[in-house]
């Protein structure tokens, strides 16, 4: 694609954006009951947690486990009920597992959901591009593992939620997609303002966003404070939004109200109405993930 056709392309995803989606990261493995009594962590939370967020506008559901002590957990059969519990109320939404290290899970733990079959099984499943910093250590994946991950979720009919935190992700991608580890259309997370990895800056996300093969969709989630921020940068740019106690667990960006997912989705869905965008269905999204 030329420079000058990318400008048209970009230009016209801005005036004419793509239905939205919204992309509920619920719990991931840091927030716990201390900080926020909001964050869903037994089975039973996360089911209704989902089933409102899916209500509230967000068609894919991303999921993280946890044990009985509400800790982080890669065991299939809790992923498995959370899957079911949900498609069994809500048949048409998206659910996506994480197959994330952080936390020392090793490669066969993080892999396990991804056999899971029938009711149980995920739609999508994270597909992190390379290693992460983060301040209380790194989540390592090597480019063999990036790889050897997305051809099991090919052979497995599971469609990646590609996670990028910095720009080198690009070149892991575009390698993948030349190799057919990747089918297109794909779809992505940009994150941005993770303090060891690419900032939550207008000259970072577009840089980002510039540098993505025309094939994929792409949303953006800030971490933090910069939550807000990330989401109407995304929106005013035709992106996708991820949103979530995950990644910020406050409503308001002086730090006085804990948010639920629910109000956080609610508040993307109103600003996509008050900006005239509309809301993906489960079957746009569907089509736009490649599902």
């Known amino acids: ?10 230009l016209e995803r801005v005036k ?13 493995i840091m927030p716990g009951k201390e900080d926020t009594p909001h964050v869903p ?11 409102r967020c899916f209500d509230a506008g967000a068609t894919i559901i991303h999921v993280h486990a946890r044990d009985e002590r509400g800790n982080p957990s890669s065991d299939p059969i809790i992923y498995g009920q959370i899957f079911s519990r949900i498609r069994s109320q809500r048949p048409e939404a998206i659910l996506c597992a994480t197959t994330t290290g952080r936390g020392g899970a090793n490669a066969e733990q993080r892999t396990a959901v991804l056999d899971l079959t029938g009711d149980e ?3 999508m499943a994270s597909l992190t591009l390379g290693s992460v910093d983060f301040p209380d250590g790194s989540c390592a994946n090597t480019a063999l593992f990036v790889r050897d991950l997305a051809l099991k979720m090919l052979a497995r009919s599971i469609r990646p939620e590609l996670e990028i935190f910095h720009s080198g992700m690009l070149n892991t991608l575009r390698m993948l997609m030349r190799k057919n580890a990747i089918e297109t259309p794909a779809y992505c997370n940009l994150i941005l303002g993770s303090a060891h990895m690419v900032q939550a800056t207008l000259a970072d996300m577009a840089h980002l966003v510039n540098a993505l093969p025309p094939e994929v969709q792409w949303a953006a989630g800030g971490v933090g404070r910069f939550q807000t921020s990330v989401t109407e940068t995304a929106l005013a740019m035709g992106g996708h939004v991820r949103i979530g106690l995950e990644d910020n667990i406050w409503l308001d960006q002086k730090r006085t109200r804990l948010a639920t997912n629910m109000e956080l989705v609610e508040r993307v869905a109103m600003m996509a109405k008050m900006t005239g965008r ?7 999204a569907r089509e736009m993930v490649g599902l």
């Open 121 to 123: 099984k995920p739609d």
């Open 1 to 10: 694609m030329t420079d000058r056709t990318a400008f048209h392309s970009e």
């Open 16 to 28: 004419n954006p793509p239905p939205l989606i919204i992309n509920a990261a619920l719990t991931g």
């Open 41 to 51: 962590v037994t089975v039973d939370e996360i089911v209704a947690d989902g089933v």
């Open 278 to 284: 509309k809301l993906a269905s489960p079957k746009q």
